[in-house]
């Protein structure tokens, strides 16, 4: 399964297809988003590839710690390696094919604003509790 950034200047490929994804509506996946939430999945790093355009990321970082990666041509997010651990973060909107994945779970409904009313069947009202909590959702 590919997946590829606005422009197409970023590629990458996913080995395995992703079984489940998560929606966050925390205000920082707002913003990176322009949207009322984030969705969002983990693959293992041995898993995914870069097909093109890894030396066209760049990355902010905001003095908590919360970093997002884009293209540097279109701005688009891309996925990015989580820090010192095997997966990889994936945008599922960049994936090029319909992956008919459902979503497991809304978290930070807490943050989420009035407008925004998509949700699944399990809601949380803050974030996840631990990344392997996370990871056993999405069945990585």
């Known amino acids: 399964m590919d997946g590829s950034c606005l422009c197409g200047s970023v590629g990458f490929r996913l080995v395995v297809p ?3 994804f998560y929606r ?17 999945t983990l693959v293992k790093l041995e898993n995914f590839a870069w097909i093109k355009g890894e030396g066209a990321i ?35 909107g960049l994936l090029d094919e319909d992956a008919n994945i459902p979503c497991i779970a809304d978290y930070c409904m807490d943050d989420a604003k009035s407008w925004d009313t998509t949700r699944s069947a399990v809601n949380h009202s803050g974030p996840v509790a631990s990344l392997d909590a996370l990871l056993r959702l999405l069945k990585v």
Do not use: E
């Not at 966050?24 to 969002?40: E, I, M, P, Y």
């Not at 990355?59 to 997966?87: E, H, I, Q």
């Open 18 to 20: 992703p079984k489940a």
């Open 24 to 40: 966050c509506h925390c205000s920082l996946c707002r913003k990176q988003t322009g949207v009322g939430f984030n969705l969002a």
């Open 58 to 92: 760049k990355s902010w970082t905001k003095p908590g710690g919360y970093r997002t990666d884009f293209c540097s041509a279109c701005g688009s997010t891309v996925p990015n390696v989580l820090k010192g651990m095997p997966y990889v973060w994936i945008p599922v």
